[in-house]
């Protein structure tokens, strides 16, 4: 039976460009000169610049080994010289207004055009506004997105001459300097009207056909874009084309045009369809492209198959809850031999439940079957004081619903958990992050929740009615990120109340706290607070998941063991963009040495499905090759696995990416090895991963825009020897691998081996 599902889409390139962006783009990447310190001669097109240093845009001063800048905040000028041809003005479609794009500057600028000053912190300058624009003093303007336009006849424009922009920066702290990596020059044209949205209306696929939505918007108020849209798929592998079409269209002045195509093609393999809009008598086309969605995973099998880590940690005497994860048919019927006392088992739904009181180690037999089969796994469970042995998977609202969390939305989310089957995988968590906290405590200091959540306990005794475990958000500071009520001077009656709603998760969010402790190179203060935190949560009678998020300061993943948190977070928050993916994923490799059962780096939340930051939702940015990326890295790294998306429109391609039992048991290896990172060349990086099976996993990534054909000795890597080689995204062995691997590459993707010597 056919089965239609909705298949997220996600875009490698957003601008709407060409591939060549045309005759009216200046690019001015290279060519900028920067000088420490502040003199008005600086803006000055005559001053002699020449003993100037040079400098790339895109990354601030202090990472680009300038020594006087190392270390510097402070004012600093970048200057460059360009030549501005009368040809980008002639073949632009309008030809009326230029635009100096900057991008970001972190953090306050003033820019001038040949010694005239032009605008600051992105606000044009005329004689109106001049004295009131702050310059220095403004503490948004490291996030404001440069973008200067000016009549194309303005006196200070030099056309068909060479031109200089001098650009007077003040950083008040941190990284500081130009931080996007193209600045251009370019006639305000079509692409700053006409948009070509790919991204809103996802894939719907039913076999292998496709079908899709595009939406254009015409913002200019008296001219029709008309001309010739042309829809091509093709395989990223060999560039055979898949599907081609092509179709006159017209987008009216101020308005809106749709246009769905279809077309059949496998869905198995990486291909990408490209959007090209020629409209007539412009010099070149709106493009876009995007990788099409793919399934590598095979099909789970009817027959039961018991997933999920081999180990589970308790303390003696306290609440013990675990789902079996088990895929296959259903109905299932569940039994476990060797039990210890104080365990029992619900047979129909598989859930283990009790406490036991004596520490030790007890190996049990976990066994399911249906009409079909049966599975056994032997699984151990460690009572004694480590708890989450392996990294926690679950789902946190913030990715998704943000702020406008509610209890409706999480009751939701987690009967999505089950009826999707993720819980068959071993997802457990359902942890609510800021926004449920009341507006005042009670007389004795009690934490409320809000009318958003009228009954925590109700809500608990929900979540674990389905087998799954309940988490919760705080701050160590007085107020939260959203401004609700932190637990500081609070401590020990918050985990209290937290354990009487019988709570298993605590995230921990640093926010106000910075108000108390300003300095964050001083380690004991940054300790402070959470060793606070631990003391209470040890004063209950429940194991509550210690969750730090302090977003890496102080180097916390070398001490977050020691204050006794299970998981630290080591980067800021992740979006969902590949930049976002690349600079936090694979910056975790000064990491690797302290992760281990039980203790856990924490790069973020993942960013797969429909994801928002509430309460608008949007499919991934990611395209369908980077999501195979983030899975595999961060089961490489044995990082916690914790969704944000909305599990409720979850379709098959996104379930597939979180199903692979291959693919989760590395991160699920009771070993808990965060993969080293052993090779980086050409765009490509190697990252390997010791197993508890003397086996060892290996991720190839392919950092460029392009595919990649690869050929890697072994010993590269640091492997002798002959192998069995398992490609666990497919779940199938390739030939013997003796001295070398030969590979292809997607953009920006991976392939994920597991290598076990013969």
């Not at 997933?307 to 048919?329: C, K």
């Not at 037999?365 to 480590?386: H, M, P, R, W, Y």
């Not at 290996?698 to 595919?707: A, H, I, L, S, W």
């Not at 002959?722 to 691998?737: A, G, K, P, T």
Request: glycine share 8%; with cysteine.
């Amino acid at each position: 039976m056919k089965k239609q599902f909705l298949l997220l889409l996600a875009v490698i390139i957003t601008a709407c460009s060409s591939p060549d962006p045309g005759s009216d783009i200046i690019s001015l990447k290279e060519g900028w000169k920067i000088q420490k310190g502040d003199n008005p001669e600086y803006a000055d097109p005559q001053y002699n610049d020449t003993k100037w240093t040079v400098i790339e845009p895109g990354r601030p001063w202090e990472t680009q080994n300038i020594n006087s800048l190392v270390e510097y905040d402070g004012y600093a000028w970048y200057r460059i010289t360009f030549f501005l041809p009368e040809d980008i003005r002639k073949n632009s479609y309008f030809g009326e207004e230029l635009q100096i794009t900057l991008g970001k500057i972190d953090d306050t600028e003033q820019t001038y055009l040949n010694g005239e000053l032009l605008g600051i912190n992105n606000t044009l300058i005329d004689e109106a506004n001049r004295d009131s624009i702050i310059f220095e003093g403004d503490p948004k303007a490291y996030s404001y997105f440069r973008n200067y336009i000016l009549p194309a006849n303005d006196e200070r424009i030099k056309w068909g001459e060479k031109n200089v922009i001098a650009i007077r920066v003040h950083d008040h702290g941190g990284g500081g300097g130009m931080v996007s990596p193209s600045p251009t020059i370019s006639m305000v044209d079509i692409k700053e009207y006409l948009s070509m949205d790919v991204e809103s209306d996802p894939f719907e696929i039913m076999g292998a056909h496709y079908t899709k939505n595009i939406r254009f918007k015409n913002d200019h108020e008296k001219q029709d874009f008309a001309g010739l849209l042309t829809i091509k798929a093709s395989r990223y592998t060999d560039g055979k084309v898949l599907y081609e079409t092509s179709e006159r269209i017209m987008v009216k002045a101020n308005g809106r045009y749709e246009h769905l195509f279809s077309f059949s093609s496998p869905n198995s393999e990486s291909f990408k369809i490209e959007y090209i809009f020629t409209i007539d008598e412009a010099d070149y086309p709106v493009y876009k492209f995007q990788g099409a969605p793919y399934i590598l995973t095979p099909p789970a099998p009817e027959e039961p198959r018991i997933n999920g880590a081999d180990v589970f940690g308790v303390r003696p005497g306290h609440p013990l809850l675990y789902t079996i994860p088990v895929s296959g048919n259903r109905p299932m019927t569940f039994a476990v031999e060797g039990l210890p006392d104080g365990i029992t088992l619900d047979s129909i739904n598989g859930f283990l439940r009790g406490s036991v009181k004596q520490e030790g180690d007890y190996t049990v037999t976990l066994i399911a079957s249906n009409n079909l089969g049966e599975d056994k796994k032997s699984f151990t469970i460690k009572v004694g004081d480590a708890i989450q042995l392996t990294p926690p998977m679950g789902w946190n609202s913030w990715n998704c619903w943000g702020l406008s969390v509610s209890d409706e939305k999480v009751r939701s989310s987690a009967k999505a958990m089950v009826e999707s089957g993720l819980v068959n995988y071993g997802w457990s968590f359902m942890n609510i992050d800021d926004g449920w906290e009341a507006e005042k405590r009670t007389g004795s200091g009690e934490l409320l929740s809000n009318d958003k959540f009228p009954d925590m306990n109700a809500l608990s005794d929900y979540i674990h009615g389905l087998g799954l475990k309940l988490g919760i958000y705080s701050s160590p500071g007085p107020l939260t990120c959203g401004g609700y009520l932190g637990s500081y001077q609070h401590e020990l009656k918050d985990a209290r109340t937290w354990a009487r709603w019988e709570i298993d998760y605590l995230k921990h969010d640093w926010c106000s706290y910075r108000l108390i402790c300003p300095d964050h190179d001083d380690i004991e203060e940054l300790q402070k607070p959470y060793r606070i935190m631990r003391a209470s949560l040890d004063k209950t009678d429940r194991d509550i998941v210690y969750s730090l998020c302090q977003y890496g300061m102080g180097n916390v993943s070398e001490w977050g063991a020691d204050i006794g948190a299970n998981l630290w977070r080591t980067t800021g928050d992740i979006v969902d963009t590949w930049e976002s993916l690349l600079t936090i994923g694979f910056g975790q490799y000064e990491n690797t040495s302290h992760n281990k059962p039980g203790q856990f780096n924490d790069p973020d939340m993942m960013i797969l499905g429909w994801v928002g930051w509430g309460p608008n939702l949007h499919p991934t940015r990611l395209t369908a090759d980077e999501q195979y990326t983030h899975v595999s890295l961060w089961c490489l790294l044995s990082a916690p696995l914790l969704l944000g998306n909305d599990l409720s429109k979850m379709d098959d391609f996104t379930i597939s990416l979180l199903t692979n039992h291959e693919i989760l048991a590395l991160n699920q290896d009771p070993l808990c090895k965060q993969a080293d990172r052993v090779y980086v060349k050409d765009d490509i990086q190697i990252w390997t991963k010791e197993l508890s099976d003397g086996s060892l996993a290996v991720g190839f990534f392919n950092m460029d825009n392009e595919v990649r054909a690869i050929q890697i000795a072994l010993e590269a890597i640091g492997l002798g020897g002959e192998y069995l080689v398992r490609d666990l995204w497919r779940q199938s062995d390739i030939d013997e691998v003796k001295e070398e691997i030969e590979l292809r590459l997607m953009p920006h993707g991976v392939s994920l081996l597991k290598f076990t010597e013969l």
